[in-house]
Nanobody, 124 residues
Framework: QVQLVESGGGLVQAGGSLRLSCAASGLTFSDYTMGWFRQAPGKECEFVTAISWSDSRIPYADSVKGRFTISRDNAKNTVYLQMNSLKPEDTAVYFC?????????????????WGQGTQVTVSS
Protein backbone atom coordinates (compact mmCIF):
# COMPACT_ATOMS: atom_id res chain seq x y z
CA GLN A 1 0.00 0.00 0.00
CA VAL A 2 1.50 3.27 -1.15
CA GLN A 3 1.49 6.12 1.32
CA LEU A 4 2.67 9.69 0.89
CA VAL A 5 2.75 11.80 4.03
CA GLU A 6 3.45 15.52 3.85
CA SER A 7 4.72 17.59 6.74
CA GLY A 8 6.26 20.98 7.40
CA GLY A 9 3.38 23.26 6.62
CA GLY A 10 2.34 26.12 8.86
CA LEU A 11 1.83 29.83 9.23
CA VAL A 12 4.62 32.15 8.13
CA GLN A 13 4.95 35.84 7.43
CA ALA A 14 5.51 37.12 3.91
CA GLY A 15 9.18 36.89 3.03
CA GLY A 16 9.71 33.89 5.26
CA SER A 17 10.63 30.32 4.46
CA LEU A 18 9.27 26.83 4.99
CA ARG A 19 10.50 23.40 4.02
CA LEU A 20 7.92 20.77 3.21
CA SER A 21 8.71 17.08 3.36
CA CYS A 22 6.91 14.13 1.83
CA ALA A 23 7.77 10.70 3.14
CA ALA A 24 6.88 7.82 0.82
CA SER A 25 6.33 4.17 1.66
CA GLY A 26 5.03 1.13 -0.14
CA LEU A 27 6.86 1.85 -3.38
CA THR A 28 10.35 1.68 -4.81
CA PHE A 29 10.95 5.37 -4.30
CA SER A 30 13.95 5.67 -6.59
CA ASP A 31 11.80 4.48 -9.52
CA TYR A 32 9.21 7.23 -9.11
CA THR A 33 8.94 10.82 -10.22
CA MET A 34 7.73 12.99 -7.35
CA GLY A 35 5.69 16.14 -7.79
CA TRP A 36 4.38 18.97 -5.66
CA PHE A 37 1.01 20.54 -6.36
CA ARG A 38 -1.05 23.09 -4.47
CA GLN A 39 -4.65 24.16 -4.18
CA ALA A 40 -5.70 27.54 -2.89
CA PRO A 41 -9.23 28.18 -1.59
CA GLY A 42 -11.69 28.42 -4.45
CA LYS A 43 -9.07 27.56 -7.06
CA GLU A 44 -8.09 24.50 -9.01
CA CYS A 45 -5.16 22.35 -8.06
CA GLU A 46 -2.03 23.58 -9.80
CA PHE A 47 1.41 22.20 -10.55
CA VAL A 48 4.32 23.56 -8.52
CA THR A 49 7.31 21.41 -9.43
CA ALA A 50 8.45 17.83 -9.96
CA ILE A 51 11.63 15.80 -9.89
CA SER A 52 12.21 12.57 -11.73
CA TRP A 53 14.30 9.70 -10.46
CA SER A 54 16.97 10.71 -12.94
CA ASP A 55 16.91 14.40 -11.88
CA SER A 56 17.43 15.21 -15.55
CA ARG A 57 14.79 17.92 -15.76
CA ILE A 58 13.17 19.87 -12.95
CA PRO A 59 10.32 22.08 -14.10
CA TYR A 60 8.86 24.81 -11.93
CA ALA A 61 5.69 26.82 -12.24
CA ASP A 62 6.52 30.36 -13.30
CA SER A 63 4.99 31.68 -10.09
CA VAL A 64 7.59 29.90 -7.94
CA LYS A 65 10.72 29.97 -10.09
CA GLY A 66 13.70 31.30 -8.22
CA ARG A 67 11.95 30.95 -4.86
CA PHE A 68 11.13 27.24 -4.50
CA THR A 69 13.51 24.30 -4.80
CA ILE A 70 12.60 20.63 -4.97
CA SER A 71 15.01 17.90 -3.93
CA ARG A 72 14.87 14.25 -3.06
CA ASP A 73 16.74 11.84 -0.83
CA ASN A 74 16.31 8.34 -2.19
CA ALA A 75 17.95 6.82 0.89
CA LYS A 76 15.23 8.35 3.05
CA ASN A 77 12.36 7.90 0.56
CA THR A 78 11.63 11.58 0.97
CA VAL A 79 11.08 14.54 -1.33
CA TYR A 80 11.43 18.11 -0.11
CA LEU A 81 10.15 21.49 -1.17
CA GLN A 82 12.19 24.42 0.09
CA MET A 83 10.07 27.56 -0.15
CA ASN A 84 11.75 30.93 0.25
CA SER A 85 10.52 34.50 -0.12
CA LEU A 86 7.00 33.34 0.50
CA LYS A 87 4.11 35.50 -0.62
CA PRO A 88 0.47 35.60 0.52
CA GLU A 89 -0.51 34.15 -2.85
CA ASP A 90 1.46 31.00 -1.98
CA THR A 91 -1.19 30.21 0.62
CA ALA A 92 -2.63 26.81 -0.25
CA VAL A 93 -2.78 23.17 0.67
CA TYR A 94 0.34 21.55 -0.74
CA PHE A 95 0.20 17.97 -1.97
CA CYS A 96 2.93 15.62 -3.01
CA UNK A 97 2.27 13.06 -5.70
CA UNK A 98 4.08 10.18 -7.35
CA UNK A 99 4.10 8.35 -10.65
CA UNK A 100 6.25 5.44 -11.85
CA UNK A 101 8.01 7.08 -14.76
CA UNK A 102 10.99 9.23 -15.59
CA UNK A 103 9.16 12.30 -16.86
CA UNK A 104 8.57 15.22 -14.53
CA UNK A 105 5.03 15.82 -15.72
CA UNK A 106 3.10 18.93 -14.74
CA UNK A 107 -0.17 17.17 -15.52
CA UNK A 108 -2.22 16.19 -12.49
CA UNK A 109 -3.73 13.12 -14.13
CA UNK A 110 -0.30 11.61 -14.75
CA UNK A 111 0.21 11.02 -11.04
CA UNK A 112 -1.03 7.79 -9.50
CA UNK A 113 -0.55 8.46 -5.81
CA TRP A 114 -1.28 11.49 -3.66
CA GLY A 115 -0.73 12.56 -0.11
CA GLN A 116 -3.34 14.18 2.11
CA GLY A 117 -1.75 17.60 1.91
CA THR A 118 -0.27 20.11 4.31
CA GLN A 119 -1.56 23.64 4.82
CA VAL A 120 0.72 26.58 4.11
CA THR A 121 -0.52 30.01 5.12
CA VAL A 122 1.45 33.15 4.37
CA SER A 123 0.37 36.29 6.16
CA SER A 124 0.97 39.75 4.76
Amino acid sequence: QVQLVESGGGLVQAGGSLRLSCAASGLTFSDYTMGWFRQAPGKECEFVTAISWSDSRIPYADSVKGRFTISRDNAKNTVYLQMNSLKPEDTAVYFCAAHPGRTAWSLIWKYNYWGQGTQVTVSS
